[in-house]
């Protein structure tokens, strides 16, 4: 990066799955509903609508500080932030900023086969906004509000400007997606709106100690858009301070289609939202009791199952962790070892097969059709000589198409193997009276030669014989 350096700091909000929205009981499921369909004089706003906090939401956010390390306070309380715009019923946000409910924790990710500890600086609770649709274009535009959203519980989490590039942006990202779900308390998908991140960026000369000026990103619905755009702002900020422009305090949205961010207000100050105490709650005041409940509530976590599977199941260290960083994943792992008893190389068919697979099809393990016991069979039959390891892989593609057995798969296609020692050593005679030059050299020493040999034999019984049958038959046809 030169004599220029990125100091990045990240504001994430984590929808959580809770059943009802933060102060009211309306459904907080809202993704995908009809608009204004999930509302209330309360998540609207209707004067004398009270609102209650949920106990749900309260649990769900402690649970999220404990993951994340964060040092959980027995009290904390809701304020006021004070702003106009139209998706935003009451006028005001609740939220919690002079007293939140946890602060003082971090993240370590990986970064290049090193750890890096990222400080986090506070999360708190607060309620969702609602949803502003815009049609048409410049001469018959027209803007909708959807409501549904608005009161949905939210996490705030507020990092440090520990990043240093926008990778580890990334991959911090990432790592906390993988925690909210391992915990249960989001679903963290930022294509749903469930997770959503606004970054902050600033680009330091390293020869002149002189900084630029705060710039917020906004509208990265995928952790790649992310990297993106904190790198496109980097671009642009270090070709500015070149330039020896002034780089504007202000927010900045990210435009997919043209890669690249644009200016879409100056940036406010704290001041401006007038923060005051929710006059309508009161404080959230947890018990010892309580908190210990909830801290020992807590799953195995990441960090904590990817030591386990390399201890126990004795994986390098890159395996557990692409089979960790998803939850679902290391559970299917984990049952499928259970029937197979191979680490190692059920760990190698879930890293070349199965990802690859998943990845081309864009799948979940929830929408898989394989099943353990399909691995387990398809093991036991290469195990048996049944099947070689390229037909294995090509029944394997079709246990993944269709979720039908490998031995019916097997049947169907007439794929087992040749183990007719005669038939292979008919084809290798015939092989050999063909070719005797081939012979000549192979007896002369060029060794390689034998995989020509075997590739006849291969053809002759559409890749159906075993290598290993066929090498020892021609070893024995050769005098050795």
């Known amino acids: 990066m030169g004599k220029y350096r990125p100091i990045i700091g990240l504001e994430i909000h984590v929808q959580l799955s809770t059943k009802t929205k933060l102060f009211c009981s309306c459904s907080a499921d809202v993704f995908d509903s009809e608009p204004n369909t999930h509302i209330c004089p309360v998540c609207t706003g209707q004067p004398g609508a009270l609102p209650v906090t949920s106990e749900e939401a309260i649990e769900y956010a402690v649970k999220a500080a404990y993951a994340l390390n964060f040092e959980v306070h027995e009290y904390s309380r809701f304020d006021r932030k004070n702003y106009f715009y139209p998706d935003l019923p009451k006028g005001y946000q609740i939220t919690q900023y002079f007293y939140p409910i946890a602060t003082k ?21 607060e309620e969702d906004a609602g949803k502003m649709i815009h049609e048409g274009d410049s001469m018959s535009a027209k803007s909708f509000v959807d409501f549904n959203r608005a009161g949905v519980p939210l996490i705030e989490i507020v990092t440090e400007p520990d990043i240093k590039s926008p990778k580890e942006a990334r991959l911090f990202l990432e790592k906390l997606r993988s925690i909210v779900r391992y915990i249960g308390v989001s679903s963290g998908d930022m294509e749903k709106g469930a997770l959503r991140c606004d970054a902050n960026i600033s680009v330091i000369d390293e020869e002149t100690g002189k900084s630029s000026n705060r710039v917020e990103v906004k509208n990265m619905n995928s952790f790649k858009f992310v990297q993106r755009a904190l790198e496109y702002e980097f671009e642009r900020i270090s070709q500015a301070m070149k330039n020896g422009e ?21 940036k406010e100050e704290e001041s401006d939202y007038r923060y005051f105490p929710e ?10 009791e309580k908190l210990k409940k909830i801290r020992q509530s807590l799953p195995e976590l990441p960090d904590e199952k990817k030591e386990r599977f390399v201890k126990d199941y004795k994986l390098p260290e890159y395996d557990a962790s692409v089979l960790t960083a998803d939850k679902d994943l290391a559970d299917f792992y984990e049952e499928t070892v259970k029937l197979t008893a191979k680490p190692k190389e059920t760990s190698n068919w879930f890293m070349t097969e199965l990802l690859r697979m998943m990845n081309e099809e864009g799948i979940e393990v929830k929408d898989l059709k394989v099943k353990p016991e399909h691995f387990k069979e398809l093991f036991d039959m290469m195990d048996a000589g049944k099947i070689t390891k390229n037909i294995a892989k090509d029944v394997f593609k079709e246990v993944f198409k269709t979720g039908k057995s490998p031995s019916e798969i097997v049947k169907e296609k007439g794929l087992e193997v040749v183990a007719d020692e005669s038939e292979i050593e008919r084809i290798l005679k015939e092989a050999i009276e063909k070719n005797p030059k081939a012979v000549e050299q192979y007896k002369n020493g060029k060794k390689g030669i034998m995989g020509f040999f075997i590739g006849q034999v291969m053809r002759a019984t559409s890749g159906k014989a075993d290598p290993k049958v066929v090498q020892k038959i021609f070893r024995k046809l050769m005098g050795e």
């Open 246 to 266: 002034e780089i504007p305090q202000e927010t900045r949205g990210w435009v997919t289609k043209d890669k690249k961010t644009i200016s879409m207000r100056s």
């Open 279 to 288: 006059p309508d709650l009161p404080p959230v005041i947890l018990s010892e």
């Open 105 to 125: 924790g971090y993240l370590e990710i990986d970064v290049d086969g090193k750890k890096k500890k990222v400080r986090l600086r506070r999360l708190h609770i």
